[in-house]
């Protein structure tokens, strides 16, 4: 299931995943404070780091401005 909509939505697992990286953080630790699992962390990921709305730093990840943006949006 796709994380962004064609409409440009984000999905309930898209917004958790987002929220939990206003700081840099593992993909583990995303699965463990979202309560989603690692898989569907990982395919969430890919899409918002190719959509821009998370950027990769090593082996972490955090949210970007335009991540900030559209999620704000859609709170």
């Known amino acids: ?3 962004i909509s064609s409409d440009g939505s984000l999905s ?3 917004k958790k995943v987002m929220a ?5 953080i593992a993909l583990e ?3 463990a ?3 989603l699992p690692l898989y569907q962390i990982r ?3 890919r899409e918002l780091v ?5 950027a990769v730093l090593g082996d972490h990840y955090v949210i970007t401005e ?7 949006e859609q709170r």
């Open 1 to 3: 299931m796709p994380c």
């Open 12 to 14: 309930a697992a898209a």
């Open 20 to 24: 939990a990286m206003e700081n840099p």
């Open 29 to 31: 630790a995303v699965s």
């Open 33 to 35: 404070s979202s309560g």
């Open 43 to 45: 395919s969430s990921v």
């Open 50 to 54: 190719e959509a821009g709305l998370v």
């Open 66 to 72: 335009e991540g900030r943006r559209k999620l704000a």
